[in-house]
């Protein structure tokens, strides 16, 4: 009831996460399992990210939650018919690395990432709590 008291009056704002500051408000509480949902784009806009998930990972489990853009996929593995096509999927190949490198840097940092298509995504929530606990990591 206090989460959902807490989230109740949330409204959506376009600003960027505050990473950092939230690893702050989370790093001194005993050690938990510290759940992170976030779309994985660019290096760039990922650096705040990696730098509180090192920090968060040094006293808690961490794991980052993800969305899977299964249509990224389909434009890469799709027959090219037009210009339009190569480019699309060029663009798409681009967005998977940028992704990959995202992933290694979080796990570089300690994190866990859990990618899943969103169909899936409470099932790959419940599996990383499950496995963290069977690790002994809480």
Do not use: W
């Not at 794991?63 to 899977?68: D, E, G, L």
């Not at 853009?69 to 037009?82: A, G, K, N, T, Y």
């Amino acid at each position: 009831n206090d989460v959902i008291e807490a989230v109740f009056d949330v409204e959506p704002s376009a600003v960027d996460s505050d990473y950092l500051t939230a690893s702050r408000h989370v790093g001194g509480t005993k050690r938990a399992l510290v759940l992170i949902f976030t779309d994985l784009i660019e290096r760039t806009a990922a650096e705040p990210l990696v730098q509180a998930v090192g920090v968060l990972s040094r006293r808690h489990r961490v794991v980052v939650v993800c969305a899977v853009d299964e249509s990224m996929d389909e434009l890469i593995r799709r027959d090219p018919v037009d210009a339009r096509d190569v480019y699309e999927a060029a663009v798409a190949q681009g967005a998977i690395a940028e992704r990959r490198h995202v992933i290694g840097a979080l796990h570089a940092s300690g994190a866990q990432v859990v990618e899943a298509p969103a169909a899936r995504m409470a099932a790959a929530r419940v599996s990383a709590y499950l496995t963290a606990k069977r690790q002994g990591r809480l």
